[in-house]
């Protein structure tokens, strides 16, 4: 919840402005011509401080998209600044480098139950993360003179979405839909607008993956395995088709990953 709901509630209604003439409620009244300009001045400096500047490029491509996008015919404010991202950043390194190498030396001295263990604690230190860049932008935009704000607990939030991705990860993209509803709207309602498109991308991908392993004749492969002639073994074992199954699974994931997540995000944010 943020408090631009509790403060809604104080601002009497006849103050709030209607559409305008042109009855869009929601507008972005920038031109692609100068955000261009921006983010190639920003690359620029980019290339030249070594990626330094990346913080200060940032914070004007959200003044930018902030001051260009119009509510009601007001516009949002932006009050963030680049050294608030490198301070951020800094803090992050000082809490994620030491936390790193300690795992590693873990891993190294005592078993390498230690390196999934790891992989575990920063992937909820990265849903941490999110949270609170979250409300950090929520905190730096204002409209109409109200400053927006996120409350929560944001190890509850980390703690919800690693265990929501694991589920959607094992159910192959199934869970995601009610992983969204713990936000907002329905978790069948996305799930009946976003089942084909779910069959599109993955019925191929496992297609190929059965046709990958089925085409390997693995009685062959462990006969030859300690064989000294192997150059017949792509043949033999039937590498050879499994390779071009593997390489056409390849092709659909490449394809289904530029043609079908726009659709996607549309799904999601419709």
Do not use: K
Not at 65 to 71: A, I, P, V, Y
Not at 74 to 79: A, L, V
Not at 182 to 210: D, K, M, N, Q, Y
Request: glycine share 10%; hydrophobic share 55%; net charge positive.
């Amino acid at each position: 919840m943020t408090s631009i709901d509790a403060a809604a509630a104080d601002v009497p209604r006849a103050s709030v402005p209607r559409a305008g003439a042109h009855g869009a409620l929601a507008r972005f009244v920038g031109r692609g011509a100068a955000f261009w300009r921006l983010i190639g001045r920003g690359s620029l400096l980019l290339m030249c401080t070594l990626g330094i500047y990346r913080f200060w490029l940032t914070t004007d491509i959200r003044r930018y998209l902030w001051s260009n996008t119009e509510l009601a015919d007001e516009s949002f404010e932006y009050t963030g600044t680049a050294r608030e991202l490198l301070l951020g950043f800094l803090i992050a390194l000082a809490v994620l480098v030491p936390l790193y190498s300690g795992f590693f030396l873990l891993t190294l001295t005592l078993g390498e139950v230690w390196g999934p263990l790891g992989l575990i604690v920063l992937t909820f230190l990265g849903q941490y993360a999110v949270y609170r860049a979250r409300r950090y932008r929520l905190s730096r935009t204002i409209y109409r003179g109200v400053r927006f704000h996120q409350d929560g607990s944001a190890w509850r939030y980390s703690l919800c979405a690693v265990l929501w991705w694991s589920l959607v990860v094992l159910s192959l993209g199934l869970a995601y839909p009610f992983a969204q509803s713990r936000f907002e709207g329905s978790g069948w309602s996305l799930l009946g607008r976003g089942i084909l498109l779910w069959a599109l991308a993955v019925a191929p991908l496992l297609i190929g993956a059965t046709a990958t392993l089925a085409a390997i004749d693995w009685e062959a492969l462990s006969a030859s395995a300690g064989a000294l002639d192997r150059s017949n073994l792509l043949e033999a074992s039937g590498l050879a088709g499994a390779f071009v199954f593997a390489v056409l699974t390849g092709i659909w994931l490449l394809l289904a990953a530029a043609l079908l997540y726009p659709i996607f995000q549309a799904i999601v944010l419709r």
